[in-house]
Structure formats: C-alpha cells, structure tokens
C-alpha cells in the first residue's frame, strides 16, 4: 500500500510540473497546447492466464472467470504538440464463474446431497488505477490514432462464498488483494468525440487468502497465487 500511495504521489506531482511547463511555454512563445479533457468508456473484460483457466479441481491457481464487463473513466493531458501526453484512469470490471465451472460446483454440491439453491457462488471485481504516457497521431480531421503504456496498482476483490447446510451457514471470506502491474494499449479516437481501444492489463500474481469459517467447525485458512491478466475492448466517449 505504501508503494501505490508513493506511486500516485509521484504522479500527481509530475501533472502539476509538467502543467506549470506548459503554462510558461504558453507565456513565452504564444503556442497554445489543448488542455486536458475527461474521458468514459464501457465494454466486455476478457480474462487471461490463471483467471481464465477452468481446471480448478487440477490446478490450484485456476479461477475460472468468464467474459464479464467493465466500465470507467480515464483523464488525458497532452504534454506537447507532437502528440505526446500522460493519462490517469480509473476502471470497475466485474467478472463471475464460466458456465462449466459453476456447473461443476454446483454437481460437487448436489452429490453430497446440497441444494444448489443454498449455495451463493465468488464474483470478481478488478479495480485498477492507471497512470502513464500515451501518443496521439492525428491522420486527419475526423480520425486519430492513439497509443498508451503505463503501470497499474490493482484491487483485486472475491466475494464470499456461502453454502447453508442443515440450517447453518458456511462462509468462505477472501482478502482484499493489491498487486503494481502494466497496461498498454490503444485504439482510434474518431470526430475527436468518440473512443475505440483495447488495453491489456497485466496485474501480476495476486496472493489470495480465504478464510472458511461456521459455528460448528474452527477457521479454516488457505492462501495461493494467482495471475490476474485481462483485455478490454471499450467504447468511450469524450467529455
């Protein structure tokens, strides 16, 4: 935690100085440089390596996430002329079970004589904070090309899952994670309003710790890894 706050430190302090560089370019050569501007964007999350795998009887860092959604907003500040700028953003993705492995759960349930309507299955959420530089290439008044590559501090949440059994309630709670990644990316910014990208986001191996707990039994506490890596393809538009 201390290094994402050091992090997001660092970062606002270069805005700031970058911006007062700006300024005084402005004052001294008269060349106006666009400001900044706010950005939104929505679409499916695709997940990779272990939180995509589906084999997590056989493999202990398997999470079996399926396609989900994502949404957020991203701030861009153009450095110069020539195209080069910094960006901050700020993302939600939500992802859950793939079919076939919530099917396999819940038939694990139902052998042992459970009722999958008792039995609440993990979600995943991705919160990942961004910060980086991008590049801007205008091929003509209607259409730009951008790119952007930048480091991540990441908060990656399961919900719990809960099974009631024979009136009692069995909670498996999981720890907040938090991991530094990568992002890079791009896409095509079209009538200078609307926004096409896709990014890779490559979050790295997040410890995972879940605790299982009920009245009639101790804590139970199991801890492991995971690689959390994911696409987006988003549609945005300008503020």
Known sequence: MKKIIFLTVAILFAFSVQAQENQEQTNNNNVELKKGSFSLHFGPTF???????????????????????????????PLNSSGLGVFLGFDVNYNWYKSDVRDDIEEEFEYFGFDDDDLTLNRYF?????????????ADDKLSIYGNLGLVANFFKITNLTAEVLDE????????????????????????????????????????????????????????KSKVNYLTLTVGFKL
């Open 126 to 138: 991705n919160i990942p904070i961004s910060a980086g530089l991008n590049y801007t290439f205008k």
């Open 169 to 224: 309630e069995v909670v498996t709670e999981y720890d907040l994670s938090t991991k530094i990644g990568v992002k890079f990316g791009g896409g095509v910014i079209i009538n200078n309003k609307t926004i096409i990208s896709l990014n890779y986001f490559g979050l790295g191996k997040h410890k995972i710790k879940s605790t299982t707990n009920s009245t009639v039994e101790s804590d139970y506490e199991v801890d492991w």
């Open 47 to 77: 997940p990779l390596a272990d939180f995509s795998d589906d084999d997590i009887y056989n493999s202990e860092d398997a999470l079996g996430a399926a396609v989900g959604v994502g949404a957020g907003i991203e701030y861009s500040y």
